[in-house]
């Protein structure tokens, strides 16, 4: 038996695989184990649950306020010790958090192949997001197994020389995921019924999703969010759903800056069936998030991103995203466009999404299947 150890810390990186770690448990030979690092603790169970993943091995690393050093510190020890105990034949990370570069780093100091999830996304900038941008580029030179979403990540990687024959373009395992989760719902309405009280009390209304939390966007950026929130909230047809992250950075500017506005419902971050519901009910999102750039498209809602950089172009480039920055001014000035000209709303809505079709875990599989064939 091959065994695979995959390795994962954050929300984000479980949904992105247990897509993949379903596809792979389907595939004979493969002896597949999940070690989660819990770098976000409560956010990554809920995922866990709904997707079926029982983790072989749990660090349980989360501390409040860690600082990056710490984390890392901690993550290197203990990474260390799982892969001495697990002695795996590969090793996959996905994406950019500090588990999925540590975990490449202490993969390669033992000389075990490592595949990359989600690979090649540069934004060109490495104070911006930061410190994704370099966790990832860290991954780069270690990893023998490219999985990029998207055939501009794939380029990006065959510009750092990565060699074309190990960069592969699967689509991203988020729409594997999201549509998995829709059709779960549908099944069962009761994952997603914590959104019921506030659909009835919206029933009618043009709803924006908001969703923010990115470090760069702590401070006056995040003033700069609320003050646009509440000039959209001055129309009476709209409503503004903001799950509010837990982080005080957020919590604490807009508890200041939005009074108690009828038509602003702050409610507590969304587990994952809750917020494809909150997707499925939104007119516009606005997000400071990678992710959302992705899944908000496969639902055919525009996405305005509060960013000034972003590595998702393809979004942009494919029409269903747009680039708004920060600036209160321009925020109000595109949301109030798309809600005002029926056209423009539906040239975003309805273009193709770059990011995948749904298949990508399979093809991850097959590829990894392949490698190990003996």
Request: aromatic fraction near 4%.
């Amino acid at each position: 038996m091959t065994r695979i150890l995959i390795i994962f810390g954050t929300r984000p990186e479980a949904i992105k695989l247990f897509p993949v770690i379903a596809a792979l448990r389907e595939r004979p030979g493969l002896d597949v184990r999940v070690c989660v690092t819990a770098q976000h603790r409560g956010l990554l169970d809920q995922v866990l649950d709904i997707a079926d993943v029982t983790p072989d091995i749990d660090l349980d690393l989360m501390e409040p306020g860690q600082s990056l050093d710490r984390l890392t510190a901690r993550l290197l020890t203990g990474l260390g010790e799982v892969m001495d105990a697990e002695r795996p034949d590969r090793v996959i990370v996905q994406g950019d958090t500090a588990t999925a570069m540590v975990g490449a780093l202490v993969a390669y100091y033992r000389k075990l192949p490592v595949a990359h999830v989600e690979a090649g996304l540069r934004s060109g900038d490495i104070y911006h997001p930061w410190p994704e941008e370099v966790n990832r580029r860290i991954v780069a030179p270690i990893a023998d197994l490219h999985f990029a979403p998207t055939q501009t990540a794939a380029d990006a990687l065959l510009r750092e020389n990565i060699a074309a024959d190990i960069v592969h373009v699967t689509g991203n395992t988020v729409i594997d995921a999201l549509l998995w989760t829709r059709a779960r719902i549908a099944e069962r309405p009761d994952l997603a019924a914590g959104l019921d009280t506030l659909a009835d009390r919206f029933v009618g209304r043009r709803v924006v999703l908001v969703t923010t939390h990115r470090r760069e966007n702590f401070g006056g950026g995040m003033e700069n969010i609320a003050r646009a929130i509440d000039r959209i909230a001055e129309r009476e047809e709209v409503a503004v759903v903001f799950p509010c992250h837990p982080n005080p950075n957020v919590v604490s500017v807009m508890d200041r800056m939005l009074g108690d506005r009828a038509n602003i419902a702050r409610i507590d971050p969304l587990d994952y069936p809750h917020f494809i519901r909150a997707l499925d009910l939104s007119t516009i999102v606005l997000t400071d998030s990678g992710g959302v750039q992705e899944e908000a498209p496969a639902l055919g809602k525009p996405v305005l991103v509060m960013r000034e950089t972003t590595e998702r172009p393809e979004g942009v480039a494919a029409g269903t995203a747009r680039l708004v920055g920060t600036d209160p001014e321009r925020i109000v000035s595109e949301i109030f466009s798309l809600l005002d000209d029926k056209a423009a709303y539906s040239a975003m809505a309805r273009a193709h999404n770059p990011f995948g079709d749904g298949h990508a875990a399979a093809r991850i599989a097959e590829l990894i299947a392949n490698a190990h064939r003996h």
